[in-house]
């Protein structure tokens, strides 16, 4: 396969990460364009961009970076950092950036599950719609408890040193070496 004209091959698939990824996050719910910047701030070495280098990376306009960007920092996935002695702006993927998207969504289902308590009160126990109610308010409250103790192993996982993954079949240490045919 051929890389793009005057992109060298490594950058080409970058791109293709990029796209990828940002696909599979629009698949999920998130906006087209917002996808496309945060896959593209996440693969960038230094989890840092302008919009310049945003709009020309993913070759939109600066109003589609502008908008994008916006909803990023809305949602707390995105920071502005102003660069010293310029007035041009960086957006700044955050550290802890899963860890603290899936604490927030612990709130929501914190929330949540209070919201359905209530008008499982409101509809009654003994009907049909309150039972409904009820039991998704306890699944609501399952995935908090779940949610916690996953963060919980996260934090473990990571202070350990055991991010990344082990191919498929193979235990941490247990590498095997290709045999020749």
């Given at each position: 396969m051929t890389s793009t004209e005057g992109t060298p091959p490594q950058e080409d698939a970058v791109?293709?990460?990029?796209?990828?990824?940002?696909g599979e996050l629009t698949e999920a719910g998130?906006?087209?364009?917002?996808?496309?910047v945060f896959a593209a701030l996440l693969a960038?070495?230094?989890?840092?961009l302008t919009s310049a280098e945003l709009a020309e990376q993913l070759r939109i306009s600066p109003a589609a970076v502008s908008g994008a960007i916006r909803y990023l920092t809305q949602v707390g996935m995105v920071a502005r950092e102003r660069?010293?002695?310029?007035?041009?702006?960086?957006?700044?993927?955050?550290?802890?950036?899963?860890?603290?998207?899936?604490?927030?969504?612990?709130?929501?289902?914190?929330r949540w599950e209070k919201v359905l308590r209530d008008g499982a009160a409101t509809l009654g126990s003994d009907t049909a719609a309150g039972a409904r109610t009820t039991e998704t308010a306890d699944f609501f409250a399952f995935m908090q408890e779940e949610m916690l103790t996953l963060m919980d192993r996260w934090r473990e996982r990571k202070a350990a040193g055991r991010t990344g993954r082990q191919p498929a079949g193979q235990a941490a240490g247990n590498a095997q070496e290709p045999t020749a045919s």
């Amino acid at each position: 396969m051929t890389s793009t004209e005057g992109t060298p091959p490594q950058e080409d698939a970058v791109s293709r990460f990029v796209e990828r990824f940002a696909g599979e996050l629009t698949e999920a719910g998130m906006q087209r364009m917002a996808s496309r910047v945060f896959a593209a701030l996440l693969a960038s070495e230094t989890a840092s961009l302008t919009s310049a280098e945003l709009a020309e990376q993913l070759r939109i306009s600066p109003a589609a970076v502008s908008g994008a960007i916006r909803y990023l920092t809305q949602v707390g996935m995105v920071a502005r950092e102003r660069e010293p002695g310029t007035r041009r702006e960086r957006y700044v993927l955050h550290n802890e950036i899963w860890y603290e998207t899936f604490t927030r969504r612990d709130q929501i289902l914190l929330r949540w599950e209070k919201v359905l308590r209530d008008g499982a009160a409101t509809l009654g126990s003994d009907t049909a719609a309150g039972a409904r109610t009820t039991e998704t308010a306890d699944f609501f409250a399952f995935m908090q408890e779940e949610m916690l103790t996953l963060m919980d192993r996260w934090r473990e996982r990571k202070a350990a040193g055991r991010t990344g993954r082990q191919p498929a079949g193979q235990a941490a240490g247990n590498a095997q070496e290709p045999t020749a045919s």
